[in-house]
C-alpha cells in the first residue's frame, strides 16, 4: 500500500465509524472506544503503511488489541462495571438507520451479557460474529490458533443466544410492542402487560442508590408486569427516544427533569428486558434537555 499522510488520514477517517462500533460493542464506553480508535491512527501514523496491505483489517485488528489490553486491565485491577453500559439517546424522529451508525447498534441487553464473558471470548464474538473477521486474524490477537479462537466464539455465542440480548430486526415492529407496554403499564392493565412480556423477562434499574452504581434486578412476567404498573404517574409525560438505535423512551417531571430512560429488547415480538437508568448523574451526562419536545 503506497500513499502520503493526507491520503493516509482520509482512508483512516473512512474507517473510523466502523472502528468505532468495534471498540464500543467491545468496551461498552463511547469515551473509551474514542480513546481505542485514537490509539489505532497514533499506531497507524507510527507504521509503514507501504508495508500494510489491507488497511481496514489491519486497523481492525489493531483496535481490537488495543480494546483487549483495556479489558484485561479491568479486571486485573478489578473493576465492577457499570451495571448498564453508556447510551446514546435520539429523538424518535431522528433517523434511525443513522442512529444505529452512531450508537453501534447495539442493545442494552446485549451489552450487559457482553461485560460478562472473558476478554479473549468477547473479542472473538465481537470480531467474528458481529464484524465478519476470520478465526485466522483474530486468533494472533487472542494469542490462540484459529481451532481455539474459533472455540471463544462458540462460548461467547451460548452465552447470547442462552440470554436472548439479539432484538428483532424489525425496528417498526419493536415500536409497536413498545407502544403497547406503555399503553398497558398507564392503564395498569395487567393482561395487556403480561401479553406484550416475555415470560423470562428481565427489568433492570440503575440507579445509583448505593455504590458502586448498584442496580435492581426483578426476572419473570408477573414481576416485572407488577412493577411495570407503578410506572402509571399522572405528573410525568413520557417522550419516545431511540436509545442506541432501539425503541425507549424518557420520563419527565413537570418541572423538565428527566428521571429516567427505558430501553427496551425485543425478541420474537416479546419483550425480554428492559434497562432502566435513572442514576442522576449518567442522566446529566446524556444531556436529555436537547431531545425534549
Same mark, same amino acid.
Given at each position: 500500500m503506497t500513499g502520503g499522510g493526507e491520503w493516509l488520514a482520509e482512508r483512516f477517517e473512512e474507517s473510523r465509524p466502523r472502528l468505532r462500533a468495534v471498540a464500543y460493542r467491545m468496551l461498552g464506553s463511547t469515551g473509551e472506544a474514542d480513546d481505542a480508535v485514537q490509539e489505532a491512527w497514533l499506531r497507524l501514523s507510527r507504521a509503514d503503511a507501504a508495508g500494510i496491505e489491507n488497511l481496514g483489517a489491519w486497523l481492525t485488528t489493531v483496535v481490537g488489541r488495543v480494546c483487549l489490553d483495556v479489558l484485561r486491565a479491568r479486571r486485573q485491577r478489578g473493576e465492577v462495571p457499570l451495571s448498564l453500559p453508556e447510551v446514546t439517546v435520539t429523538r424518535a424522529d431522528a433517523d434511525p438507520e443513522r442512529e444505529a451508525v452512531l450508537a453501534g447498534a447495539v442493545g442494552l441487553a446485549l451489552l450487559v451479557v457482553l461485560e460478562t464473558l472473558e476478554p479473549a471470548e468477547r473479542l472473538a464474538f465481537v470480531l467474528h460474529d458481529l464484524f465478519g473477521v476470520p478465526f485466522d486474524e483474530i486468533a494472533p490477537v487472542v494469542g490462540r490458533t484459529p481451532a481455539a479462537a474459533r472455540q471463544l466464539a462458540s462460548? +461467547?455465542?451460548r452465552r447470547v443466544r442462552g440470554a436472548r440480548a439479539v432484538p428483532d430486526a424489525d425496528r417498526a415492529g419493536q415500536r409497536r410492542v413498545v407502544d403497547a407496554f406503555l399503553a398497558a403499564s398507564h392503564q395498569g392493565d395487567l393482561g395487556a402487560l403480561l401479553a406484550v412480556l416475555d415470560p423470562d423477562v428481565v427489568l433492570r434499574v440503575d440507579s445509583g442508590a448505593v455504590p458502586p452504581a448498584a442496580w435492581l434486578e426483578v426476572r419473570g412476567a408477573d414481576a416485572v408486569a407488577g412493577r411495570a404498573r407503578s410506572f402509571r404517574d399522572a405528573e410525568r409525560t413520557v417522550q419516545p427516544v431511540f436509545v442506541n438505535g432501539a425503541p425507549g423512551f424518557v420520563s419527565w417531571l413537570p418541572d423538565g427533569r428527566a428521571v429516567?430512560? @427505558? +430501553?427496551?429488547?425485543?425478541? &420474537? &415480538?416479546? %419483550?425480554?428486558? %428492559?434497562?432502566? %437508568?435513572?442514576?442522576?448523574?449518567? *442522566?446529566?451526562? *446524556? +444531556? *436529555? &434537555?436537547? @431531545?425534549?419536545?
Open positions: 462460548r +461467547a455465542r429516567s430512560v @427505558l +430501553a427496551f429488547t425485543v425478541r &420474537g &415480538g416479546r %419483550i425480554t428486558h %428492559i434497562d432502566v %437508568i435513572a442514576e442522576p448523574e449518567r *442522566l446529566e451526562a *446524556l +444531556a *436529555l &434537555g436537547k @431531545l425534549r419536545v
